[in-house]
RNA sequence: GCCUCAGUAGCUCAGUCGGUUAGAGCGACGGACUGUUAAUCCGCAGGUCGUAGGUUCGAUUCCUACCUGAGGCGCCA
């Protein structure tokens, strides 16, 4: 009997004290069953070498039994429990927000369409223009972005709660902290202001970070090994630091002072490039870092206007290595001032009436924060590409398997 | 969406300033060895050089288009 890489077998034997050098344990087989022998290994896709990630990604199928994909699995689900685990023990409900929505203007990007019109013969109206009505929902239907708006409604009946599911986007992103569907945590604190929502983010992450080098040190030492030398000990005084906390015109004020030249423009009231927040998370300041109250023209109409009546009260959590992981803001929980900046946005208040409404019946302030599930392995790892933290990756062109 | 790079053996790459038999490492295969764990030693096989056109006496090498992959930027998580 010839076996080769990955055949599938089943052994009975009895489990004694191993000899061997780096393992505790061994099977002293008694019989060897085999339910699976692999065609061909000369062209069998997970050879016993080395692979590029790359590589792997193109046989999604098969990369699991590889030891980097597998390390990367145990991980992802380590984090994702730890999420839980620590909402949960907080006080937090989770909710079940809807994947499929009938609002286009959250603000976060592009929507996928969800229909059940032919396609090949769309029904138009007497304006020329497609008759929804006739399909589904019998009205435009879409992917949600965010469980944001909806998971708000709840924060307001149960006060602490959070959504933690997929999410799309049909931005067509090419990067490596991108993907078109992806995981997002979102939690939501009635009665918090900013600053609290930066306290629960920074203790969500610190108690995930010291989760996952409990539970999956064998994992982290593969990862310091293979892929990046200083993912444990990065992690480790992660737990230990507190985040560096600054608020968007200090960190234009920062970055001013460097003296360091950059390709992107940089004076107050541009949002930050990608250079930017690398240089200062990465090099001025070396840890992650809490930007806060960014202006207000450059994020979302939901966001609470401070009193300087120029800024909001957002804080993006940059990551060195994979830049933000994390977004959110207190809400803008006046009525009169949340439909203005509606208004101002181009948004249509009337097809939000049910989130304004938040705002005419016992309006509470709140703030709340989404992390994206894969930049968090990724940063946690060191594997750099988030197609490789996701089992089955959807990028633009790309939804095989 | 924009910019850049790449596509040669199962994989990762080298190479051909256009010209008879295209190289290496790893893997596979055959054998030896073995308390080995992303081992060691010996041997051997394996390639219409991404696809389609074009230039040329001749193209894997030059040109064009397309496809695929990667990286950077923008958008954000």
């Given at each position: ?22 393992q ?6 008694s019989s ?5 022998f692999v ?11 080395r692979h590029t990630?790359?590589y ?9 039994r590889t ?7 145990r ?7 730890a999420i ?48 929804h ?12 972005v965010s ?5 708000e ?67 982290m ?14 992690l480790?005084s ?12 200090d ?7 460097s ?16 250079e ?15 930007v ?11 966001m609470?206007l ?13 990551a ?11 809400r803008?929980d ?56 996701i ?11």
């Open positions: 009997m010839k076996l080769t890489k990955d055949c599938a077998v089943i052994i009975a034997g009895e489990l004694v004290a191993s000899q061997g050098g780096s505790s344990v061994e099977i002293l087989a060897v069953e085999v339910t699976g065609e061909n290994p000369d062209t069998y896709p997970v050879s016993p070498k990630v790359e792997l990604r193109e046989h999604a199928h098969l990369r699991i030891n980097l994909i597998s390390s990367v699995a991980v992802r689900n380590t984090t994702s429990i839980h685990e620590y909402l949960q023990q907080n006080g937090f409900q989770w909710i079940h927000t809807p994947l499929i929505t009938a609002s286009d203007c959250e603000g976060a990007g592009e929507l996928f369409k969800v229909t059940t019109l032919d396609l090949n013969n769309i029904p138009k109206n007497d304006k020329g223009i497609v008759d009505k006739q399909d589904f929902f019998g009205r435009e239907a879409y992917l949600t469980g944001q708006l909806n998971l409604t709840y924060c307001m009946g149960l006060s602490k709660v959070y959504t933690f599911g997929p999410t799309f986007r049909a931005e067509n992103s090419n990067t490596t902290r991108h993907l078109a569907e992806f995981w997002m945590v979102e939690p939501e604190i009635a009665f918090a202001t900013l600053m609290d929502d930066a306290a629960l983010a920074q203790g969500m992450l610190k108690h995930v970070f010291k989760t996952v080098l409990n539970k999956n040190s064998d994992d030492n593969f990862f310091a090994q293979f892929i990046d030398k200083s993912v444990v000990t990065r480790e992660m737990v230990n630091d507190d985040f560096e906390m600054l608020s968007y015109t960190a234009i004020k920062r970055l001013e002072a003296g360091k030249s950059f390709e992107n423009p940089l004076y107050w009231g541009v949002d930050l490039a990608s930017h927040e690398r240089f200062l998370c990465e090099e001025l300041i070396g840890k992650p870092t809490i806060t109250d960014y202006p207000k023209d450059i994020k979302a109409f939901y609470r401070n009193d300087d009546n120029k800024t909001v009260a957002a804080m993006d959590i940059l060195p290595g994979v830049g933000e992981i994390i977004g959110g803001s207190a803008e006046r009525h009169d001032i949340l439909v203005s900046r509606m208004k101002d946005a181009g948004i249509d208040h009337e097809m939000l009436s049910w989130y304004v409404d938040l705002r005419r019946y016992g309006s509470a302030p709140h703030a709340g924060f989404g992390l994206g599930l894969e930049r968090a392995v990724s940063y946690i790892t060191g594997v750099q590409n988030v197609r490789d933290i089992p089955f990756p959807r990028t633009p062109k790309n939804a095989a398997y």
